[in-house]
């Protein structure tokens, strides 16, 4: 029961560099999310997509894209990194059903230099 | 600016005391959750109480919400080693579907 799994785990890029951190889950789940965590912080949320079809910016969407490839899938991408988005980045999905108890992966930590 | 604000911001203890972490919000909420994280690995739900609720239970966690003072407390009783973590609040905005998480209480429990 793999629940949600990102990859990479672990990536190093450098300013200017592009990539894309990819997330797919296996509980049906409607609604999927991208947050950020920097050291000693709480979750920022980037962009989430209630839906398949949908997207909706968060609190940080600024030097990012996503795109709801199914209901399985949910990526996240940088088009030109910049240092302050070295961080580790979550992704987690939920039922569409109030609640929003999210389910999360590992994570992919990222450095930009 | 978030949400859900935890404290405190870290806590020792020892092993077989009890662990008390508060969050206090700022807007109306659908529910609030806490959650756990491990060192370098994701959250963890861990119980949720809804703003109809006053108090929730679950094994040795206990969850308190006080909608009027705008904040919650979880307590876990008898802690062990095992339940050194970071907890965060989540809460739940009436209708927005999405969750904002506070920065986190940072539990080390000493054996």
Sequence with gaps: NAGVTQTPKFQVLKTGQSMTLQCAQDMN???MYWYRQDPGMGLRL???????GTTDKGEVPNGYNVSR???????LRL????PSQTSVYFCASSELDGLNIQYFGAGTRLSVL | SQQGEEDPQALSIQEGENATMNCSYKTSINNLQWYRQ?????LVHLILIRSNEREKHSGRLRVTLDTSKKSSSLLITASR???TAS???ATVHTNAGKSTFGDGTTLTVKP
């Design chain 2, 87 to 89: 907890y965060f609040c």
């Design chain 1, 79 to 82: 088009e030109s990194a910049a």
């Design chain 1, 69 to 75: 490839l199914n209901k399985r899938e949910f990526s």
């Design chain 2, 38 to 42: 491990n060192s370098g690995r994701g």
């Design chain 2, 81 to 83: 080693a095992a339940d």
């Design chain 1, 29 to 31: 789940h409607n609604s």
């Design chain 1, 46 to 52: 980037i962009y989430y997509s209630a839906s398949e």
